[in-house]
């Protein structure tokens, strides 16, 4: 936390850090309910969506909350869901489950496919007729406030300074946004959501994570089935490492092709990324894209400790919204809805304590007004299923979890009670030679790609002449303590060739390419020495997603 100085200082009613969905329904439903209050977001992507990628298979729930007519408005939509799938694939075979057998808690009755960052611009759109101020390049880096205080806004980032933090031509200083309420909207593992929970002690049992990397192909028209959908278990991922495939017919020919690695898993030689170019070369993936163009790539941390790791939403001077918060239901893999759901509670929160002449205090009813939105029963009904799979593995972890479903569906209740979490997923990772090491095939340059060949699809934009985001603790750590007792894993969890062990003069460096950084924040996770901290880099800078 910091104070202004002698920075440029602006004043708004309601501060929004982040123009996720999230974000954008908090300033909707505000603007909605109070138009004269005035509501600013600030967006470190260069516009808005740069930086959003999810599968995604909406629930239109959150939509119907926030804009009832939304499809009379022109939302940019793909096709309704017309079958969707639960597979269970070994290295050879796919074993479908019937439909009949799927708990209801995993349907999503009604469910389109969308492309995400489009629907972020629309929402935009609608926020601006509405009166929201959005700022987009401008990265939140610090909180306004000192101490124990209240947060009373951010600090923006500065622009123009060199990689050793001098000014250069053009430099221009960040500025001190106040508000009466401020809502952290990052997504998942925002920098200063991290820094508000811990600061704020918001935290309750550790949140868990997941990384999806995601592409877009452009496939054949006799292969392509508009609105089918296909979720995976098991291949390519062993037992022990818990996490799944999807891939969903959009519009136009288009399929959304992708994987989730949960990031507790054990194996330090394991590489989400690589492990991504196996599922595509599965019998049941593969075909669909023989002939097919790689159009997209992209990869995002998600959240998935579900309702135990959601933290205390309510802070002096604000809130946390969310994936920031956590409202990931980790076994249906949705967020959106859950996500525009809280915006919506938080909304109604803060108007009403602003309606009372109040500011900068902790608002009590924040988390009643967010969980009751429908959140609360959501996750609360699956919040032992991610638990499950790390104790008993995918096997065991799926049929456990299955009978969990069904017999609370029966029931109405669980007979597990609550499984807790308990460790962080960095914590999970065992040292080298005491698990086998795997290895991976070259790529082919059809089905599976090289990491410098995916990163220019997601469209960087980093000046590298500005300090580097990616914050070492201490330098020496990784050669000194990760590389013998782990093998330095950050060159294979990192899907964007971030990192690198490299040598000079004979010995051992390790590199940062900050430059390459999708702003996925899996380093910020799984590092086994939380070692590394991402930081905003200069607003602008990031990926450039297009219809992710």
Excluded at 21 to 44: F, N, Y
Excluded at 208 to 228: C, N, P, S
Excluded at 497 to 518: S, T, W
Aim: net charge negative.
């Amino acid at each position: 936390m910091a104070e202004a100085g002698s920075r440029e200082t602006l004043s708004t009613d309601v501060l929004i850090v982040g123009a996720g969905p999230s974000g954008l329904a908090a300033a909707i439903r505000i603007k909605q309910r109070h138009p004269d209050l005035a509501v600013t977001i600030v967006e470190k992507a260069a516009e808005l969506g740069g930086h959003i990628l999810s599968g995604a298979v909406i629930d239109p729930r959150g939509l119907d909350a926030l804009i009832p007519d939304w499809r009379l408005k022109g939302v940019p939509v793909g096709p309704n869901v017309t079958t969707d799938t639960y597979h269970l694939l070994t290295g050879k075979a796919d074993f479908a489950l019937p439909h009949f057998l799927v708990p209801p808690q995993l349907k999503t009755p009604d469910g389109v496919i969308i492309s995400l960052g489009n629907l972020v611009r629309w929402l935009g759109e609608q926020a601006i007729e509405l009166g929201v101020d959005i700022f987009s390049m401008t990265a939140a880096v610090d909180v306004l406030g000192g101490g124990d205080g209240p947060v009373r806004g951010v600090i923006t980032g500065d622009l123009g300074r060199d990689a050793a933090g001098n000014p250069k031509s053009g430099f221009a200083e960040g500025i001190a946004l106040e508000a009466k309420y401020t809502l952290i909207a990052e997504g998942a593992r925002g920098s200063l959501a991290k820094a508000i929970i811990a600061n704020y002690q918001l935290g309750q049992q550790p949140q868990k994570y997941g990384l999806g990397i995601k592409e877009i192909w452009e496939i054949a028209g006799d292969r392509h089935q508009a609105g089918k959908v296909d979720h995976y278990l098991g291949f390519p991922l062993d037992n022990n490492t818990a996490g799944g495939g999807f891939v969903y017919h959009a519009e136009d020919r288009k399929l959304y092709v992708g994987l989730v690695t949960y990031l507790d898993y054990q194996d330090p030689t394991l590489s989400p990324f690589e492990e991504f170019q196996r599922f595509k070369s599965h019998k049941s993936v593969a075909p669909l894209l023989d002939g097919a163009t790689r159009i997209s790539y992209g990869a995002r941390a998600v959240t998935a400790g579900g309702w135990q790791s959601i933290p205390t939403l309510a802070f002096a001077g604000g809130g946390l919204i969310g994936c920031a918060a956590g409202f990931m239901n980790a076994p249906r893999l949705k967020a959106i809805h859950n996500a525009i759901l809280s915006g919506i509670g938080a909304a109604d929160a803060v108007t009403a304590a602003i309606a009372q002449g109040r500011q900068h205090d902790v608002i009590a009813d924040l988390r009643e007004r967010v969980m009751q939105t429908g959140i609360a029963a959501e996750l609360m009904a699956v919040r032992n299923i991610k638990p499950l799979w790390s104790r008993l593995g995918t096997v065991l972890g799926t049929l456990a979890g299955g009978i969990e479903l069904w017999t609370a569906a029966i029931l109405g209740r669980s007979l597990l009670g609550t499984l807790r979490h308990t460790k962080p997923d960095f914590a999970g990772l065992k040292p080298k030679g005491s698990l086998p090491t795997g290895r991976y095939a070259r790529p082919d340059g059809k089905l599976s790609f090289d990491r410098a060949s995916s990163v220019y699809l997601a469209n960087l934009a980093h000046d590298e002449d500005q300090p580097i985001h990616l914050k070492l603790a201490d330098s020496a750590v990784p050669v000194r303590d990760n590389l013998p007792t782990y093998g330095e894993p950050a060159p294979l969890y990192c899907p964007a060739g971030v990192y690198e062990m490299a040598e000079e003069d004979g010995a051992l460096v390790f590199r940062i390419h900050a430059a390459n950084c999708v702003h996925c924040k899996t380093c910020d996770i799984k590092d086994p020495a939380q070692n590394i901290t991402w930081v905003p880099p200069e607003g602008g800078s990031g990926p450039n997603y297009s219809g992710m």
